[in-house]
């Protein structure tokens, strides 16, 4: 059983660019997590999806963010016209249900320059 | 506002002695624990967790205690081996269980010395 894939691992970005992460859970696994991690701090949580739906984008940025779960495929996390302040280590998390302990990928690191 | 607070950013213990990383936290709706560890370049694993119903959960060589009083909760790891070498993050939830809103710690990065 293969576990949390994100790809790409690392991810290099002009500003004003658009970057794209995908995560696939876990098998069997329908809600999916994203967090960021800015150097020198925890991890922060930026949204929650089940399929087709976003549950709670409460840690979210407003703007220029927006993330996707469909029905067939990867969750996708975007963001648009990136800037320096984006550059982090981006991590995805699945679980069955909402009871249970969730399961990270291995991160993309995300650099804008 | 920080509301969970890992106070040490690391930790350096000997090896086969006991290393204990400590976690305070604010919020009073927090009703469940984790603590990830994670290697550098890799996301976070899931360790041990406790319930606040609970006020101690042992697994192994790893053990968390949970003070509802003091907002503040433990992991023990004894004996410390080499392997144990990473950063252990404190999680904190409101919802029973689940990653929704997981709350993290900055983190403390433990180093087992031989």
């Known amino acids: 059983n293969a576990g949390v894939m994100q790809n790409p691992r690392h991810l290099v970005r002009r500003r004003g660019q658009e970057a794209r992460l995908r995560c696939s859970p876990m098998?069997?696994?329908?809600?999916v997590y994203w967090y960021r991690q800015l150097p020198e701090e925890g991890l922060k949580f930026m949204v929650y999806?089940?399929?087709?739906?976003?549950?709670?984008e409460s840690g979210m940025p407003k703007e220029r963010f927006s993330a996707e779960f469909p029905k067939e495929g990867p969750s996708i996390l975007r963001i648009q016209q990136v800037v320096r302040g984006d550059s982090a280590a981006y991590f995805c998390?699945?679980?069955?249900?909402?009871?249970?302990?969730?399961?990270f990928g291995q991160g993309t690191r995300l650099t804008v320059v | 506002d920080q509301q969970v607070k890992q106070n040490s950013p690391s930790l350096s213990v000997q090896e086969g002695r006991i290393s204990i990383l400590n976690c305070d936290y604010t919020?009073?709706?927090?009703?469940?624990f984790l603590w990830y560890k994670k290697y550098p370049a890799e996301g976070p694993t899931f360790l041990i967790s406790?319930?606040?119903?609970?006020d101690k959960n042992e697994d192994g060589r790893f053990t968390v205690f949970l003070n509802k009083s003091a907002k503040h909760l433990s992991l023990h790891i004894v004996p410390s081996q080499p392997g144990d070498s990473a950063v252990y993050f404190c999680?904190?939830?409101?919802?029973?269980?689940?990653?929704?809103?997981?709350?993290f710690g900055k983190g403390t990065h433990l180093i087992i010395q031989p």
């Open positions: 406790i319930s606040s119903i609970k």
């Open positions: 919020n009073s709706m927090f009703d469940y």
């Open positions: 999680a904190a939830s409101g919802s029973g269980g689940g990653a929704d809103g997981l709350t």
């Open positions: 998390a699945s679980t069955p249900g909402v009871w249970t302990e969730a399961f």
């Open positions: 999806l089940q399929k087709e739906n976003i549950i709670d």
């Open positions: 098998k069997g696994h329908s809600h």
